[in-house]
């Protein structure tokens, strides 16, 4: 059983920056995928960003953020973390933390964040 809890959400203004962070306690055999989801009012919740928990880490970003957020994981202090710069409107949502892995007996578990909320508005 793995607990995560976001924090960083808030009220910016387009073109600021924030910083969400992910902490996840817990135990799992293999933590094999990290991401980001975010839900809009109104709107399926779709992937913002992805890293691969393996030796080898590979990224995914949705176009709709690539070159303006970036994801990336502290090992030592179980966090994840999505920097948000250059925000627009568009990205307003709540934000919510992933992770999928693989317990002691291989199943594959996926678990959830509370959310937080991201409102960019002037």
């Known amino acids: 059983q793995m607990q995560l809890e976001e924090s960083g959400g808030g009220l910016v203004r387009p073109g600021e920056s924030l910083s969400l962070s992910c902490a996840y306690s817990g135990r799992l055999f293999t933590i094999d995928v990290l991401g980001w989801y975010r839900q809009a009012p109104g709107k399926q919740r779709e992937l913002v960003a992805s890293m691969t928990g393996g030796e080898r880490t590979n990224y995914e970003y949705s176009d709709s953020v690539k070159g303006r957020f970036t994801i990336s994981r502290d090992k030592d202090q179980n966090t994840l973390y999505l920097q948000m710069n250059s925000l627009k409107p568009e990205d307003t949502a709540v934000y919510y933390c992933?992770?999928?892995?693989?317990?002691?007996?291989?199943?594959?578990?996926?678990?959830w964040g509370q959310g937080t909320q991201v409102t960019v508005s002037s």
């Open positions: 992933n992770l999928r892995g693989k317990n002691n007996f291989w199943q594959m578990k996926e678990y």
